[in-house]
Each structure stands twice: as C-alpha cells, then as structure tokens.
C-alpha cells in the first residue's frame, strides 16, 4: 500500500514539473541568465566587465609591489615639482664636453697677453652693456631742455609779477590812505581827488603787462557765496561827483522836501546787487531806509568804445524789487516794469571800487577820459567791514 502511494506522488510531481513553462517572463534572473548565454567558463562570462580605477591610485615599485595609494591633489604637486626640477636642471645645465676641453686647452697655453686680451674683452663686454641713447632721445632731450626753458620763463614771469603785485598793493594803500585823509578835510579839493582816484586806477590797470585782472577780480565779488561766520561783500559811497551820479543807481526819494541822503550802503554776493539808501528826514520823524535789490551782468568794454588804454568792465543791474522805508516790498512784476542801470568799472578789489555813469549812447563811448575834471561821473565805493553794525548806528537796522 505505501508502495502504491510513492508511486501516485512520484507522478504527479512529474506531472506538475510537466505543466510548468519556461520563457523569459517567468524564470528568475539567475536562470534567465543561463539561457540568454551560452554555456561557457567563468573567464568568458567575466571577462567583459570594465577594469575598476583603483589602479590609477597605485604606485607600484620595480618588484611589482604596492607602494602606496596616491590621491590627484598628491599626483599633481608630484607633477609640479617634476617640472620644475626639470626646469632647475635645465638652468643649471652644464657646458659641452668639447665646449669643457677648449677651455682646460686654453687655461693650460694662456699667456700674459692673452691675459691682457681677456682683460680687456671682459672690459668691452662691461663696457657694451652701457646704454647708448639713439637720435631720437637726444631730440627727445632737446625737447625737455626747452620745456624746462618754458617753465623757467613762466616762472619768473610769475615772479616778476608777483614781485609787481606786491608794489602794487602798496601803491595802493598809500593812494587809498590819501584819498581818506582827502575825505576828511572840511574844504575838498575835487580835482586833487579825482587826480588821486586816476592814479589809483592807472596802478591797478592791467594794460602794461597784457594781463586782463579786472573782470575775474570783480566777478569773484559780485559771485561771492560767505559761509556761515562770513558776511557778503559790504561798501559804503565815500564819494560822489553829483546828484545826477546818485540819482542814477538810487530812488532819487532824497529829492524830497525836508530829506537828506545820510548814506548809501551796496551789498554783493550770489551775482546780485543790493542798495541801501538811509535817508533822514528833519523832524521829530524816523530816518527811511529804502533797499533795491537787483540781478548783476558784467562783460568786458572793447578798445573801440572807451578809447582808452585802460581795461574796463560794464556791469548792468536789473532791478526787481524795492522795499521801501515802512518795510512794505514792492516787486517789479513785469519785465517793462524792471529798472536797468548801467555802471563802468574801472577799478575794483576787496578794498574799493571806482565806477562811472557810462556816456549816452549816442555819443559813441567815451570821447574824454571820465577820471579827468572834476570827475562829476565818479562814484568811489570803500569797504564797510560791519554793515550792520553801521545800520544800527544810523537807526536803519
């Protein structure tokens, strides 16, 4: 009976391992291996497989043994330091041996004269390293030579003109000195002072040296920008020649019954003009002032129009505003409402200005020199170094 039952199981085994199929799908990897290759050895099984890196790491001694694992950064500073003893070698390469044997032949047969020769090639070879300068650099030299020439002149020209300047400047303060004392007198001479304000102007004239000076000088006032402790530009009318002079730059308000003009102030600064007129009037009344205030232009007079040998500048004003003495401001408004002056300068420093009413146009220019005479076209402006300090005083603050 068991022999019946081993022989069932040993058939339907058979029977089940009959059924199954084997394709691609169904069999494992391992098997599916087998069937994609034919049967051969291992050496033919592993032999395509690529050869790992590791041996690029390996240096490996002449008996074929592992020296040690080297890593690219220690490949490359291997490397480097090759090159460069390669370079160290070759820098200090030695001479050819037949170059060598010359040499000893020609220490053993040297001679006093040869000695001599070797001295003096030794000599020319130090002697040709010396630099020979071309044609070119000795025109360049030829060059600097008359450079230097120039700049030499352009210096002492600077100095002489700075030695001039300096006489200037104490020319100046005498002329202006006298000119005070001039103003201080009861009886004034006219013609003693216009001869000393010509001087002043024939001292401070540019024409001698061809050296225009007066239109920076007074464009650096008029444009003058103080800073917090400073004050702009401040003068005061020392002198005038008439009414009509006056009358030109001012209000003319001191025309009017019972007023005195006091003093008139002129303020510069940020290319304007400001005036200041104090004008007292008799009574138990306040002492007025009125200030214009006005845009400044100056361009330079041509030889044609003064006929004079003496540099000199226009300035035109533009005046648009007015405030007059209770304080209230009246503005020009319209352009044929602004009131152009025009004024000659012919002298103008930090210390004084000397201006003149220009001629009328008509006439041409100047036909007789306006510092001559009784000078009735001058306005002397001196330096007010406390303006308003001095408005204060005249109760015009």
């Not at 049967?39 to 099984?45: I, P």
């Amino acid at each position: 009976m068991s022999n019946c039952l081993t022989i069932i199981l040993l058939l339907a085994v058979a029977a089940g391992t009959s059924t199954t199929t084997t394709h691609a799908f169904t069999t494992p990897l391992s098997q599916r291996q087998h069937l994609l290759r034919p049967a051969v050895g291992n050496t033919a099984l592993f032999g395509g497989k690529r050869r790992g890196r590791l041996t690029n790491n390996v240096s490996v001694d002449e008996d074929g043994k592992v020296a040690r694992i080297m890593t690219k950064k220690q490949k490359q500073t291997l490397g480097n330091s090759k090159m460069k003893k390669q370079k160290g070698e070759k820098a200090t390469a030695a001479i050819s041996p037949l170059l060598a044997e010359w040499a000893k032949e020609g220490d053993d047969s040297s001679t006093p004269a040869s000695a001599s020769s070797q001295s003096a090639s030794t000599s020319s070879s130090v002697t040709s390293t010396v630099f020979v300068p071309f044609d070119a650099d000795d025109d360049d030299d030829n060059g600097n030579k008359k450079s230097k020439r120039k700049t030499n002149k352009k210096d002492q020209q600077r100095s002489q003109r700075a030695a001039l300047s300096a006489a200037q400047s104490q020319q100046i303060d005498a002329l202006l000195d006298q000119i005070d004392d001039l103003l201080q007198t009861n009886n004034l001479d006219r013609v003693e002072l216009v001869s000393y304000i010509s001087s002043l102007v024939q001292v401070g004239s540019s024409s001698s040296n061809n050296d225009q000076v007066l239109l920076p000088t007074l464009k650096s006032i008029v444009s003058t920008k103080p800073r917090k402790d400073e004050q702009l530009p401040s003068f005061r009318l020392a002198w005038v020649g008439s009414d009509p002079a006056i009358c030109h730059i001012g209000t003319s308000l001191h025309k009017v019954p019972l007023a005195r003009l006091q003093e008139v102030f002129l303020s510069l600064g940020y290319n304007r003009w400001e005036l200041f007129e104090v004008i007292r009037i008799l009574g138990p009344f306040p002492t007025v002032r009125n200030t214009l205030r006005g845009d400044v232009k100056l361009s330079k007079l041509p030889s044609s129009t003064t006929k004079l040998n003496r540099e000199g500048v226009r300035m035109q004003i533009s005046y648009t505003s007015m405030v007059d003495g209770t304080g209230k401001e009246i503005l020009a408004g319209k352009a044929d409402n602004i009131k152009y002056v025009d004024l000659d300068i012919w002298f103008a420093n930090e210390k004084v200005i000397v201006a003149t009413v220009p001629p009328i146009e008509e006439d041409g220019g100047y036909e007789q020199d306006p510092l001559k005479g009784d000078g009735s076209n001058v306005l002397l402006f001196v330096q007010e170094e406390n303006l308003d300090e001095q408005l204060e005083k005249l109760r015009a603050a």
